[in-house]
């Protein structure tokens, strides 16, 4: 694992490498929050705050991979750069250790443009609309949604349309929650706020998303 790694490194390294301070903060962050997510009580929202708390450590040990490779490529272009030193005090070094990307950049590591996501087709829609119709219960309407809506995207006033199939504010509000990282013209959220009809829902929404 990186994090034993990580600490045999730590145990041996003077002066500490660059960024162990910052991944081992962001790691003591994780687990705080997973402790007062312990103790609120909620089961659902439990669950969903655990489920980003463990994509979040995912990314954080692809990142701390990534640094520890970067580090070894540096050390190599170090070397690179004293012996070339070394050898020719008068040349410039190498093309490839110039500071400019475009100089060492081969067009083959680029990488390739991914096209935006596709938001859903109005067929897609009305069979999401269905499933959720087909629920009896608040908490079955907002389970059938959250399990419909795996792998699509919405724009902004798919997600106004779907807030009026939810009769009460509470559950616009989880739904508005629940669909706001699927949502592909984020700049145009603020029609969304027109389905709740009392500021205190808008405000909860604002807050859980952080759009303050």
Known sequence: MISTLLLATLAFAEPPMPGDVEVESLR????DLRAVIRTSGNQR???EANRHLRALERDLERLDALRFDLLGHAA???GDLAACRLESPDL???RYLRYDPSAWASPDDAPEAKDPPAPSTP???ERIKT???SATFSNAKLDALR???RDRHFQAQ???EILDWFSYGRDKVEAAVMLHPRVIDHENWFVIYEAFNFPTERKKVQERIGDL
């Open 147 to 149: 399990s419909a809506i």
């Open 76 to 78: 190599l272009i170090e």
């Open 123 to 125: 067929e897609e829609l």
């Open 45 to 47: 929202l439990n669950g």
């Open 131 to 133: 499933a959720v119709a």
């Open 158 to 160: 798919q997600v106004r």
């Open 92 to 94: 410039p070094p190498p």
């Open 28 to 31: 003591a962050t994780v687990n």
